[in-house]
């Protein structure tokens, strides 16, 4: 039976190339980047769309070409694709997006529809060989099973920011997850391997450090940039004011030098205190 990788030897092997003992099974990897992304997904309950993803997010290291790239034989393979189109035609939209990305940046949804629509004619440009079906039977000869789901759709026709906000968040799960293992593997001979565990959010903290940082800024003394303060404060003020409530969405709308920036995140800080959040995220949409 054909053994498959998904990394060659971790820094520090004694042992030559060509000498396998030391590389990472391709299934090991699969399954901890599921399981791994799973448990990060599991706080808004993204869990099965999130180990899905694990377990799609290589799937075209199963390719006869990837497995020659790794000896050294052949470049330029795309090992992606594939999970991500099996994603999006079996319901995962999100997961979709999430395993494209996870090498080359989040995609928009054009480079999507054209992968759903012409996945066969692309397998050529990736350097796969295969066809996908020939791809999913090595992926379960390996003793690997893709997971049944019922996710969010590949192009939603509503609620896009709240699609755009799901791909984002899972796509970090995803990514730190792949990352964390593929360190784990190379760094297996390290004296100090270990990822230090990050500090938990202090959010009244963070507040108050915040607040002292904006009242400590330099006031201007002639009247317009009066003015300017006031406005500022009261932009401040209003976004502390909401921060109790408890709604889902919230809008700001203010003018350009209002100082929305320092005051959203004052908001965000307050809110997370106030409803006991994890972590506040920054982003665009």
Same mark, same amino acid.
């Given at each position: 039976?054909?053994?498959?990788?998904?990394?060659?030897?971790?820094?520090?092997?004694?042992?030559?190339?060509?000498?396998?003992? &030391?590389?990472?099974?391709?299934?090991?990897?699969?399954?901890?980047?599921?399981?791994?992304?799973?448990?990060?997904?599991?706080?808004?309950?993204?869990?099965?769309?999130?180990?899905?993803? +694990?377990?799609?997010?290589?799937?075209?290291?199963?390719?006869?070409?990837? %497995? @020659?790239?790794?000896?050294?034989?052949?470049? +330029?393979?795309?090992?992606?694709?594939?999970?991500?189109?099996?994603? #999006?035609?079996?319901? /995962?939209?999100?997961?979709?997006?999430?395993?494209?990305?996870?090498?080359?940046?989040?995609?928009?949804?054009?480079?999507? %529809?054209?992968?759903?629509?012409?996945?066969?004619?692309?397998?050529?440009?990736?350097?796969?060989?295969?066809?996908? &079906?020939?791809?999913?039977?090595?992926?379960?000869?390996?003793?690997?099973?893709?997971?049944?789901?019922?996710?969010?759709?590949?192009?939603?026709?509503?609620?896009?920011?709240?699609?755009?906000?799901?791909?984002?968040?899972?796509?970090?799960?995803?990514? &730190?997850?792949?990352?964390?293992?593929?360190?784990?593997?190379?760094?297996?001979?390290?004296?100090?391997?270990?990822?230090?565990?990050?500090?938990?959010?202090?959010?009244?903290? #963070?507040?108050?450090?915040?607040?002292?940082?904006?009242?400590?800024?330099? @006031?201007?003394?002639?009247?317009? +940039?009066?003015?300017?303060?006031?406005?500022? %404060?009261?932009?401040?003020?209003?976004?502390? &004011?909401?921060?109790?409530?408890?709604?889902?969405?919230?809008?700001?709308?203010?003018?350009?030098?209002?100082?929305?920036?320092?005051?959203?995140?004052?908001?965000?800080? @307050?809110? /997370?205190?106030?409803?006991?959040?994890?972590?506040?995220?920054?982003?665009?949409?």
């Amino acid at each position: 039976m054909t053994t498959y990788y998904a990394h060659s030897n971790p820094e520090g092997s004694t042992l030559p190339e060509n000498n396998k003992e &030391d590389w990472h099974l391709l299934r090991e990897h699969l399954t901890a980047v599921g399981e791994g992304a799973a448990k990060r997904a599991a706080i808004w309950n993204g869990e099965n769309e999130a180990r899905l993803a +694990g377990l799609l997010h290589d799937m075209g290291k199963y390719a006869v070409n990837f %497995q @020659k790239r790794l000896d050294g034989k052949i470049r +330029g393979v795309n090992h992606w694709s594939q999970g991500a189109y099996w994603a #999006a035609r079996h319901g /995962a939209g999100v997961a979709a997006y999430a395993i494209y990305g996870h090498h080359v940046g989040i995609p928009g949804a054009m480079t999507m %529809q054209a992968l759903i629509k012409n996945v066969q004619g692309e397998m050529t440009t990736w350097n796969i060989t295969e066809n996908l &079906d020939e791809l999913k039977s090595v992926f379960e000869r390996d003793g690997l099973v893709i997971p049944t789901i019922m996710g969010q759709p590949t192009t939603p026709l509503k609620e896009k920011h709240r699609f755009a906000m799901a791909v984002r968040m899972l796509f970090s799960a995803l990514c &730190d997850a792949d990352f964390i293992d593929t360190e784990t593997h190379f760094n297996k001979y390290a004296s100090e391997s270990a990822r230090p565990t990050p500090p938990l959010l202090q959010p009244q903290k #963070a507040l108050d450090v915040l607040l002292n940082h904006i009242q400590g800024k330099p @006031k201007s003394d002639d009247a317009n +940039g009066e003015l300017v303060y006031v406005a500022r %404060q009261a932009v401040l003020q209003d976004c502390l &004011d909401q921060a109790a409530r408890t709604e889902r969405l919230f809008t700001l709308t203010a003018p350009t030098g209002s100082g929305k920036t320092l005051a959203s995140l004052a908001f965000a800080l @307050k809110h /997370a205190a106030t409803h006991n959040l994890r972590r506040v995220i920054v982003g665009n949409l």
